[in-house]
C-alpha cells in the first residue's frame, strides 16, 4: 500500500543553485558513466542532485537496473521522488560513486561538508572503488582551507573539549555552525553538532590528526582517498 501524500512536488533543494548551466554538464557526464546492474554512491550537493536527476532519466529510458546508496536524508528523498531503487551498505557495496566538494586542491585533498553529511559521504567514499568528485570551476583553489572551513562533526557533549583542542591544533576560528530554518545549532544526520573550523596550514596527517581528538565523529577533510575529479 502506498501513502496517499507524498513530497514529490516539493522543492528538495534548499536555495538557489548557482552555476547551474556549468553543473547540469557535468551531470551528463557522470550519467554516461551509468551500466546496468551498477550498485551507486550517490553523495549530497546541488551538483550530486542534478546529477542524480539526469542518472534517473537514464534509468527509466533505457530501463536499467540500478541501486543507489544515498550520503543523506536529502538525497533519499530524491530517489524515492525519482523512483531510483535504494539499498544500503548492509546489504551491497558500491561499484562506483559520485559526491561534490566545497574545494579541490592540487593534490586532489578536498573540503567537503556544507550539507552537513560528511559522514555518510566518507563511509560511501571509503567503500566504493572510485568517486567521481563533481565540481565546477568555482571549486577549485590553490591551498585548502583557503575559502571554506572544515566541517568538524562532534558529539555535543565533547563540544567544549573539541573547540579548546582545535585551538590548540592551529585553529584560526571555530564556529559552532547555526541553524537557518530553526533557532540553535545544525544537528547533524548522526545527533550531532558541526564546528566550523579555519586552518593556515593544512598537512597530510592533518585528518588523522583531527580525528584523533576525543568527540570528534568525522572531518570534512578528505585526503588520500580514491577520486576522479569530473568538471565542465
Known sequence: MDWNQTIKEQNLM???ITNREAKE???MKIAEKVQDGDVIGIGSGST???AT???AKKIKEQNLNVLGIPASYEIELLCQNLGIPLTNLNHKKPNWGYDGADEVSPQKWLIKGRGGALFREKLIMNSSKVTYILVDNSKFVNNICEKFPIPIECIP???HLVKEKLYEMGALTVELRLAQGKDGPIITEQGNFIL????NNIEAISEKKLKSIPGVLETGLFIGYNIEVITN
Open 14 to 16: 534548499s536555495g538557489e
Open 25 to 27: 554538464q557535468i551531470a
Open 48 to 50: 550530486s542532485f542534478l
Open 53 to 55: 536527476i539526469a542518472i
Open 157 to 159: 557533549e565533547s563540544l
Open 196 to 199: 566550523d573550523t579555519k586552518f
